[in-house]
């Protein structure tokens, strides 16, 4: 009776915690929508010109919006799984969402002008923050058995190694930024794809190998 009531408990402060974390994303998201320029014209032409001036602004806003998304589809990935909750794992969460809170600040900044490494080696630090500390909440998840019965379900290891490899790439794209030009510290990002599907490929033959 009294496990029950612990998984009872336990899995309240989980869902507790998602509450707390979707909110929070909310937040990021409307912050992000925030600094938007209203375009402005007397015509049509006028109106077509103003939102033209403003494209990069608008573009930043999906970037950012479709980032902030993704990383929040991955929390509700794992979290359903979570019965129970450690002081680690909170802290990490909160880490996490920190991240998620700074994500709209680091898109404006990337769209500014000049000093593009510095400007660019913010937004690529904050998104190798987020994934590492996502991928550390997945290991504290698996490692003190914070999961339902049975083993750890197959999307932690997916996930996990989703983010090891953003962390990676993200990571790699900094010093790039510094050594060449902005193209091709862009261009490193589109490496994501590959190496998350090479990662998938290798991981969907273990259990045929083992």
């Known amino acids: 009776m009294t496990t029950q009531t612990d998984h009872a408990i336990g899995k309240a402060a989980a869902e507790r915690l998602t509450i707390f974390v979707d909110a929070v994303i909310a937040i990021a998201l409307t912050l992000l929508a925030l600094d938007l320029p209203i375009p402005h014209g007397d015509t049509t032409g006028a109106m077509l010109s103003s939102i033209s001036t403003h494209g990069k602004e608008y573009l ?3 970037l950012g919006f479709a980032v902030i998304a993704a990383h929040w589809r991955a929390h509700h990935e794992i979290f359903p799984h979570v019965r129970s909750l450690s002081g ?8 996490w969402l920190f991240m998620q809170v ?8 990337i769209t500014a002008e000049g000093a593009f490494p510095l400007r660019f ?3 690529a630090t904050v998104q ?3 994934s590492a500390s996502f991928a550390l909440i997945i290991r504290e998840i698996r490692r003190e058995h914070l999961y339902g019965t049975g083993g750890p379900p197959r999307v932690f290891a997916q996930s996990l190694t989703r983010s090891v490899c953003l962390a990676a790439v993200f990571g790699i794209s900094v010093p790039v930024s510094f050594l060449t030009n902005d193209a091709v510290a862009y261009l490193c990002w589109l490496a994501a794809p590959v190496a998350l599907a090479v990662a998938r490929r290798v991981q969907d033959r273990r259990p045929s190998d083992s």
């Open 60 to 62: 930043a806003f999906a």
């Open 88 to 95: 680690r794992l909170i802290s990490l969460t909160l880490v």
């Open 102 to 109: 700074l994500m709209p600040f680091a898109t404006r900044v």
């Open 121 to 123: 080696s913010l937004y």
């Open 128 to 130: 190798v923050l987020a």
